[in-house]
């Protein structure tokens, strides 16, 4: 299902699912909040996965992020959702699927296109090279974990904002280390 017809969950601000929207015609301007999902991929050195989005995407061009984006349809159970846009961008499968952020909310704005969304954030194991789906992903790189930490703390981080939120909250309650050391 292309972007025009994806739909995306619309939330309440309590969180609880109003209603369904194309995707094409939530993100805008005046975006309502909505359901999203974050992961971050590991390789068996504990590696991250990291991401830079395709030069042609609306939001956030060609910025460098996590391992993978996206937006549980409506009715799909989300590690579903999290394992078909790995496949999707960037060929590869998730395994040891672990939700470490539930409640994770933000907002942004890129070229007029606002984000605002609760965005569940994932952390998984990946046992493979990615092969990147052009129009999703420019590039990609595996980096130690220590070293993405660092350059999401750095005031000229080159980090999409909500991985540089949602890397704070990961350190503050060590999931990423829970995961690679448990």
């Known amino acids: 299902m292309g972007e025009a017809t994806e739909m995306v969950v619309l939330l309440g601000d309590d969180g609880i699912p109003?209603?369904?929207?194309?995707k094409d015609r939530v993100h805008g301007a005046e975006t309502?909040?909505?359901?999203?999902?974050?992961?971050?991929?590991?390789?068996?050195e504990g590696r991250l996965l990291a991401t830079r989005r395709a030069d042609a995407k609306r939001a956030?061009?060609?910025?460098?992020?996590?391992?993978c984006c996206g937006h549980p349809g409506p009715g799909e159970f989300m590690?579903?959702?999290?394992?078909r846009r790995l496949r999707s961008e960037l060929g590869v499968h998730v395994r040891?699927?672990?939700?470490?952020?539930?409640t994770?909310?933000?907002r942004a704005v890129s070229n007029g296109v606002v984000e605002n969304e609760i965005c569940?954030?994932?952390?998984?194991?990946?046992?493979?090279?990615?092969?990147?789906?052009?129009?999703?992903?420019?590039d990609f790189e595996w980096i130690d974990?220590?070293?993405?930490?660092?350059?999401?703390?750095?005031a000229d981080s080159d980090l999409s904002p909500w991985s540089r939120l949602q890397v704070a909250q990961l350190e503050r309650w060590g999931s990423v280390e829970r995961l690679l050391n448990g």
């Not at 956030?60 to 391992?67: A, D, E, L, Q, S």
């Not at 990946?126 to 999703?136: H, K, L, Q, R």
């Not at 974990?145 to 750095?154: D, K, L, S």
């Open 145 to 154: 974990w220590p070293a993405y930490v660092a350059r999401a703390q750095r």
């Open 120 to 138: 569940p954030v994932y952390l998984g194991r990946i046992d493979e090279d990615p092969v990147p789906d052009a129009d999703e992903v420019a």
């Open 96 to 102: 040891d699927l672990v939700c470490a952020l539930p």
């Open 79 to 83: 590690e579903a959702a999290v394992d």
């Open 32 to 44: 309502p909040l909505h359901l999203a999902f974050s992961c971050y991929g590991f390789d068996a």
């Open 104 to 106: 994770f909310r933000y």
């Open 18 to 22: 109003t209603g369904t929207e194309r």
């Open 60 to 67: 956030f061009p060609g910025v460098w992020t996590n391992t």
